[in-house]
């Protein structure tokens, strides 16, 4: 449970709801996204939200291995989600923490709704989830970066899937919460979308929220999560947009 924490100075939100890093409350951190920038694998995506960087690279649909793994009806999709020991202030091991193996499956989960699987019996499709630098709302880059990925890899999807988290502080609604308010925060809610669909795939809650701020929370995430979506989509017409134009100039 995320409990209130007295932060020593300052509180996290003002009278006015402005943030500490100057945001209003409904407002997300600065987000950058690109496509295509690993060759090794069938598609690659990069984000940055605040100080949080993340890149995913997808490999698939091949072969499944080892090959008792292999579903005769459909594609299994396999995830792994992985913070680079340089990722946090204070040197992370190497090896897979249980918060890492915990997150891959929630990840996996909130992704599995979208790809249309039974396309590619027996094969595997892999998502690799590489935290490069942490700064709260990992988990749901990991799934707006991973969607991106796997849509640039040319794997049929209902729909791609955008997630952000929404948290409580000083006992209001706020979304997009930083590593500080994540850590002083009274609640923090992860949520994943496929919007065209209107589908929630991931719902998790840490703290408490009444069911008026559940309700304002989730509304609140559907609009971080169009915003997030439409920047998916510029990402991908960024890339073939580029790609057609270096075409026609050869």
Do not use: C, W
């Given at each position: 449970?995320?409990?209130?924490?007295?932060?020593?100075s300052?509180?996290?939100?003002?009278p006015?709801?402005?943030?500490?890093?100057?945001?209003k409350?409904?407002?997300?951190?600065?987000?950058?996204?690109?496509?295509?920038?690993?060759?090794?694998c069938?598609?690659?995506?990069?984000?940055?939200q605040?100080?949080?960087?993340?890149?995913?690279a997808?490999?698939?649909p091949?072969?499944?291995?080892?090959?008792?793994?292999?579903?005769?009806?459909?594609?299994?999709?396999?995830?792994?989600?992985?913070?680079a020991?340089?990722?946090?202030?204070?040197?992370?091991?190497?090896?897979?923490s249980?918060?890492?193996i915990?997150?891959?499956?929630?990840?996996?989960?909130?992704l599995?709704?979208?790809?249309?699987?039974?396309?590619?019996?027996?094969?595997?499709?892999?998502?690799?989830?590489?935290v490069?630098?942490?700064?709260?709302g990992?988990?749901?880059?990991?799934?707006?970066?991973?969607?991106?990925?796997?849509a640039?890899?040319?794997?049929?999807?209902?729909?791609?899937?955008?997630?952000?988290?929404?948290?409580?502080l000083?006992?209001?609604?706020?979304m997009?919460?930083?590593?500080?308010e994540d850590?002083h925060?009274?609640?923090?809610?992860?949520?994943?979308?496929?919007?065209?669909?209107?589908?929630?795939?991931?719902?998790?809650?840490?703290g408490?929220?009444?069911?008026?701020?559940?309700?304002?929370?989730?509304?609140?995430?559907?609009?971080?999560?169009?915003?997030?979506?439409?920047?998916q989509?510029?990402?991908?017409?960024?890339?073939?947009?580029?790609?057609?134009?270096a075409?026609?100039?050869d």
């Open positions: 449970m995320v409990e209130a924490v007295d932060s020593g300052k509180p996290l939100l003002s006015d709801g402005i943030r500490t890093d100057g945001r409350i409904d407002e997300m951190r600065k987000v950058k996204m690109e496509v295509g920038l690993l060759k090794n069938s598609g690659s995506a990069y984000i940055e605040g100080k949080t960087k993340i890149i995913v997808v490999h698939g091949r072969e499944a291995h080892p090959k008792h793994l292999a579903q005769p009806g459909r594609a299994i999709l396999r995830t792994r989600y992985h913070m020991p340089f990722s946090t202030s204070d040197r992370k091991s190497p090896a897979p249980r918060r890492e915990e997150i891959t499956k929630v990840i996996r989960e909130a599995e709704p979208a790809v249309m699987l039974d396309e590619f019996p027996k094969t595997s499709i892999d998502v690799f989830i590489e490069l630098q942490a700064d709260a990992t988990r749901s880059a990991g799934i707006t970066a991973a969607a991106l990925a796997l640039e890899a040319g794997i049929p999807m209902r729909d791609m899937v955008a997630a952000v988290a929404v948290g409580k000083e006992g209001r609604v706020v997009d919460l930083n590593e500080e850590e925060g009274q609640a923090d809610m992860p949520v994943a979308m496929m919007p065209n669909v209107n589908r929630i795939t991931l719902l998790q809650l840490n408490r929220l009444t069911r008026a701020e559940l309700e304002e929370g989730l509304s609140m995430a559907r609009r971080g999560v169009d915003q997030l979506y439409e920047m989509k510029q990402a991908l017409r960024e890339k073939y947009t580029s790609s057609e134009s075409q026609e100039e």
